[in-house]
C-alpha cells in the first residue's frame, strides 16, 4: 500500500476545497451531496474522512476559503479611496461575476444558505465577512476604517443582493441595467457623508 506524504495530504485536501467551494456556489449546498464533491475533486467517497470530519466542516471551511480568496486577491488589490471602491464594485456588479457563479462570489452565491446552517459554519461566515469589510472599510476610510466598517458591510450587503436579483431577472436587459444601477446606488452610498481620497 502506498503512503502519502503530508504534502500530497494537503494539497489534496486543498482541491477538495476549491472543488467544493465551486460546486456549493453553483449547485448550493444542500443541493451538493459528498458523493459529488468526492467525484469533482477526482476522489472515492471513502478519502473524504481522511480530510473532513463532516460534510458541515467541509462547507464551514470551504466557505471560510472563498472569504479569504475574495479578501486577497479582489479587496487587497484595490486602490485606497473611492477610485478603488468603484473599481471593486464595478468587477463584483459585472456580467462576468453575474454569468460566472462557481467562480463569484459566495455572499450572492450562499447567502441564504448559510443563514440556516449551523453555528460552526455561520461562524466560519461571519469570521470571513468580517475580514472582506475590514478590507473594505480600509479602502473606504484609510485614516479610520473602523468608522466606516458599517458603510462596508452595508455596501457588501447591496452589492450581494444586487448580483443575486441579477442573476435571477430572465430579462437580461433589465439584469445588465440593474447591475449597472448597483454600482451607482454604491458610490451614492460612499458618498454620502464619507470623507475621502479621490
Known amino acids: 500500500m502506498v503512503r502519502y506524504g503530508k504534502e500530497h495530504k494537503a494539497e489534496t485536501r486543498r482541491r477538495i476545497i476549491e472543488t467544493a467551494g465551486r460546486r456549493f456556489k453553483q449547485d448550493g449546498i444542500d443541493g451538493s451531496g459528498v458523493s459529488t464533491l468526492m467525484k469533482d ?52 456588479l ?3 461575476h453575474r454569468d460566472n457563479v462557481g467562480d463569484g462570489c459566495p455572499n450572492a ?24 469589510i475590514d478590507g473594505i472599510a480600509s479602502r473606504m476610510a484609510p485614516e ?25 431577472l430572465t430579462d437580461r436587459q433589465l439584469a445588465h441595467e440593474l447591475l449597472e444601477q448597483g454600482v451607482a446606488n454604491g458610490l451614492a452610498l460612499l458618498d454620502a457623508g464619507l470623507s475621502m481620497k479621490k
Open 109 to 132: 452565491a450562499l447567502l441564504d444558505e448559510i443563514g440556516r446552517c449551523g453555528d460552526m459554519t455561520r461562524q466560519a461566515y461571519t469570521d470571513g465577512v468580517l475580514v472582506l
Open 94 to 96: 459585472s456580467p462576468q
Open 144 to 168: 479610520a476604517p473602523s468608522s466606516a466598517r458599517v458603510k462596508a458591510l452595508s455596501l457588501l450587503a447591496l452589492m450581494a443582493g444586487t448580483l443575486q436579483l441579477s442573476r435571477a
Open 41 to 92: 475533486a477526482g476522489l472515492t467517497n471513502g478519502a473524504f474522512y481522511a480530510h473532513f470530519e463532516s460534510k458541515d466542516d467541509l462547507v464551514a471551511t470551504a466557505i471560510a476559503d472563498q472569504l479569504k480568496a475574495q479578501a486577497e486577491n479582489v479587496v487587497a488589490r484595490a486602490a485606497p479611496g473611492r477610485a478603488g471602491i468603484e473599481q471593486i464594485m464595478r468587477g463584483y
